[in-house]
């Protein structure tokens, strides 16, 4: 009885209802038309297997988890905020715990019954239709009301929280928003500051993880990346954390404190510092997009600058007034400053031996070269397992340790991670299992010509290659092999037979493992591209096969000598006779200390982009010279090349380029006469 007529009191819990239920409303309606609505009227040919509802219109349900339940959370708590209906309910014979409670439980009523009755209402729709645009388990039903529950009520309990430490809805609302996105800022921009100033840095895998840290890029990735069982028990212990947090911070929060910007003393100075570290990342990192190459000076200039901004801008919420200036104003902006310049430059330091660290052969497990797999599989991105990928064979961790350690003794400049050089043209990126249980990741771009000796010893190794060329595919059952000639797509053929396809893939596997470091670097383009098919893991209509592209390079001797044996070479062939003639455009590049990249480029023929003569020619043989050997594209500061196209007399013309020294006798006897 006691606890009906103060925890849960009627008269407040209809009022609330009365007054805010048409917040509750709207979010059952917005819900019910964007996922069963959805999945009962949408039409697909092929119906779609799916492992969760969110891959059904998935952004949609986020965006109404993290909008609605805010709204909620300041309506509800809007007396607070306001001076005369703050003494008003504060002046009722309740208690403010009392208080607390009713309306908690109002906003719980409010999320979860509209969110359960289109969970209901879903599988209805799901046991009453036969034939859906989505097949899904009745399991992801109640998956999706659990999530899109603990989603909400993290949305609440979090707006609820900050409402206790905030005077003001609006900048209640702005202050739950930019707290969600403040973990997203600082993750990109401070690693956008750790690649600039850390040599070795493992930028590239850390972005994969950011949308996982809020839920507003959540929303963005929730139709691919699956919900996992670690964040919703984050979530939801987010959420279970913020309601005796609610109760402590409104027993201490003065009534008096409604309409200030900031109701606690405490809170002020981490508002103040939180503003002015968010606004000195964003304003180095916009100062090094739009500065010149190089230019460290205008980073640093916007490091102060963004200081000297956001602790101006959260001074003037404080205080709400732009008159906040007095004596103590630099000495507190210079501590601000300081603790600021303290967390950009200790990771990023010398001394604390991050970038100089290569670990000892005896302290290393194994190695990976190479960043996180990814597979799609059920219409989900998932990581791929990447114990295969690791090699403990000490030769290989050999080779790479001594690259390692020359990157370090070679003290490279840091890279431009705006503007980076692309004369360093090698990516190194090495992970290393070491015997305490821990990962270690450094990641490098490097001049190619600078360590070719160390990339050679790495590169021919068999280990090498069995990764960065994908080699344990073919060891895999393979139900056909598709190839398809590179510079014609109309040329292809198909092998299914189980002993050809045992043949193909076995010699495919010898000639790639047998490549030498010079082959592997060839600027010759390859003969053929060759498409393995597998069984597919996947439930999905769409996908029923797993593929696998392979190049065929001209130094693959036992692939083409087996394509010879089997007669089915000259069918990628495209000859000479099939081509009417041969169109030659000179292209000069002389662009000193601007590099760019050469490729065929068709516009240069057919388009207004090449202003030299054409040459013409009809010569069967220099247009058989041509079709073997295709220059795939280069960067290049100074070279002649020559656009070429090959005019064919049925289907598809035929575009490449060639280097001047390139060129056989006969065509540079036709092109000087011309």
Not at 262 to 273: A, D, E, N, Q, S
Not at 406 to 432: F, G
Not at 628 to 650: C, D, F, H, P, W
Request: overall charge neutral.
């Amino acid at each position: 009885m006691i606890f009906n007529r103060l925890f849960c009191n009627r008269g407040i819990l209809f009022q609330n209802f009365r007054q805010h239920g048409w917040l509750g409303i709207l979010y059952l309606i917005t819900l019910l038309f964007s996922l069963p609505l959805y999945i009962a009227t949408a039409h697909r040919d092929i119906p779609q297997q799916i492992t969760s509802l969110f891959q059904a219109n998935g952004e949609t349900h986020i965006l109404f988890a993290i909008t609605f339940p805010v709204a909620m959370g300041i309506f509800l708590f809007r007396y607070m905020q306001s001076g005369a209906p703050s003494d008003l309910f504060h002046g009722l014979p309740l208690k403010r715990k009392h208080l607390l409670t009713v309306n908690l439980l109002s906003g719980f009523g409010m999320i979860l019954i509209p969110i359960w009755i289109t969970t209901a209402i879903t599988g209805w729709v799901w046991a009453a239709q036969d034939h859906m645009a989505f097949i899904f388990d009745g399991s992801e039903i109640w998956m999706w009301g659990l999530s899109m529950s603990i989603y909400s009520l993290f949305m609440f309990m979090l707006t609820v929280a900050v409402g206790m430490c905030i005077g003001q809805s609006v900048l209640q609302g702005l202050t739950v928003y930019a707290i969600l996105l403040l973990p997203v800022v600082f993750w990109f921009i401070f690693t956008l500051h750790l690649q600039h100033y850390l040599l070795g840095y493992p930028y590239g895998d850390m972005n994969s993880y950011a949308e996982k840290i809020s839920l507003v890029l959540r929303m963005g990735s929730i139709n691919l990346i699956p919900v996992i069982r670690l964040e919703l028990i984050i979530y939801s212990a987010l959420a279970i954390l913020f309601i005796p947090l609610a109760y402590v911070l409104y027993a201490k929060r003065k009534v008096e404190s409604a309409t200030q910007a900031i109701t606690f003393t405490l809170v002020k100075p981490i508002f103040r510092f939180g503003l002015t570290f968010t606004l000195v990342l964003i304003g180095g990192a916009y100062f090094t997009v739009i500065a010149p190459p190089g230019s460290t000076g205008w980073t640093i200039f916007g490091y102060i600058l963004g200081g000297i901004v956001g602790y101006i801008v959260a001074e003037m919420i404080i205080r709400k007034t732009w008159l906040i200036w007095n004596v103590r104003l630099l000495p507190k902006l210079a501590l601000y400053g300081l603790l600021s310049a303290l967390i950009l430059y200790v990771p990023v330091a010398d001394w604390n031996g991050y970038a100089a660290r290569v670990p000892e052969v005896n302290d290393v497990k194994s190695i990976k070269l190479g960043g996180d797999r990814y597979t799609y599989v059920n219409g989900v991105n998932q990581k791929m397992d990447d114990h295969p990928f690791y090699s403990d064979s000490p030769e290989f961790l050999g080779a790479v340790l001594a690259l390692h350690q020359k990157i370090i003794d070679s003290d490279l400049p840091l890279l431009d991670p705006v503007n980076p050089d692309d004369d360093y043209d090698e990516y190194v990126y090495i992970s290393y299992k070491l015997n305490n249980g821990k990962v270690m990741k450094r990641k490098y771009q490097i001049p190619e010509t600078e360590f070719r000796q160390e990339l050679m010893a790495l590169k021919q190794l068999e280990d090498y290659k069995k990764v960065a060329y994908d080699t344990y595919k073919l060891d895999e059952d393979i139900l056909s092999i598709g190839i398809r000639s590179t510079i014609s797509s109309y040329r292809k053929i198909y092998i299914g037979s189980p002993d050809q396809v045992r043949e193909f893939k076995e010699l495919l596997k010898q000639d790639i493992l047998d490549q030498t470091y010079e082959e592997q670097r060839s600027p010759w383009q390859s003969f053929a591209n060759a498409e393995i098919n597998q069984e597919s893991h996947s439930k999905d209509p769409y996908q029923p096969r797993d593929m696998w592209s392979y190049e065929i390079k001209p130094s693959y001797d036992r692939v083409i000598g087996w394509l010879k044996e089997n007669k089915l070479y000259d069918q990628l062939l495209v000859t000479a006779d099939e081509i009417a003639s041969a169109q030659f455009v000179k292209q000069e590049i002389n662009s000193p200390g601007n590099p760019q990249w050469v490729y065929a480029q068709p516009e240069y023929i057919d388009g207004s982009l090449g202003s030299s003569k054409q040459v013409a020619t009809k010569n069967k043989k220099m247009i058989s010279d041509l079709l073997e050997r295709q220059r795939s594209g280069e960067r290049t500061e100074k070279a002649t090349v020559y656009q070429i196209k090959l005019n064919a007399i049925r289907g598809e013309n035929i575009y490449m380029m060639l280097k001047e020294e390139d060129l056989t006798e006969e065509m540079k006897a036709i092109l000087s006469e011309k």
